[in-house]
């Protein structure tokens, strides 16, 4: 299950997306988070209801896991 803790997912909220392709709709809670993931700033994406631990043991902003 790619959104399963065993997967290792991290999910983050999608508020106002509709459908598969909803999460690129400006507005959307999901494009913002698209975007803090996409820039790195892991920080700043918003978890999905219940999914606090999205943001649990990310990288901060200009480090690196290697």
């Known amino acids: 299950d790619p ?3 065993d997967f290792g997912a991290r999910v983050f909220s999608s508020t106002g997306a509709v ?3 909803g999460y690129f709709v400006p507005g959307t809670a999901s494009l ?3 975007a ?3 820039t790195g700033d892991f ?3 918003g978890c999905a209801p219940g999914g ?3 943001r649990t043991g990310v ?3 200009g ?3 290697a």
């Open 52 to 54: 606090a631990g999205c």
């Open 32 to 34: 913002r988070n698209l």
């Open 36 to 38: 803090h993931i996409g």
């Open 19 to 21: 459908g598969h392709g």
């Open 43 to 45: 920080g700043d994406v």
């Open 63 to 65: 480090t690196s896991r």
């Open 3 to 5: 959104v399963g803790r």
């Open 59 to 61: 990288p901060a902003r």
